[in-house]
């Protein structure tokens, strides 16, 4: 997936979740390394 869509897609699914495109992507890396520390 190249930038721009991935830019693209990021920002329908954070304007449907009612976020801004940072606040979508930084829940995002929070989630992933909650994740990741529940696994250690």
């Known amino acids: ?3 721009t869509k991935m ?3 990021i920002g329908r699914v954070s304007k449907r979740d009612g ?3 940072n606040q979508f992507v930084a ?3 929070a989630e992933k390394l909650a ?3 529940a696994e250690d």
Do not use: E, T
Request: aromatic content about 0%; charged content about 15%; overall charge neutral.
């Open 27 to 29: 829940m995002a890396a």
């Open 7 to 9: 830019k693209a897609g």
């Open 19 to 21: 976020a801004s495109m």
């Open 35 to 37: 994740v990741l520390d």
């Open 1 to 3: 997936m190249n930038i």
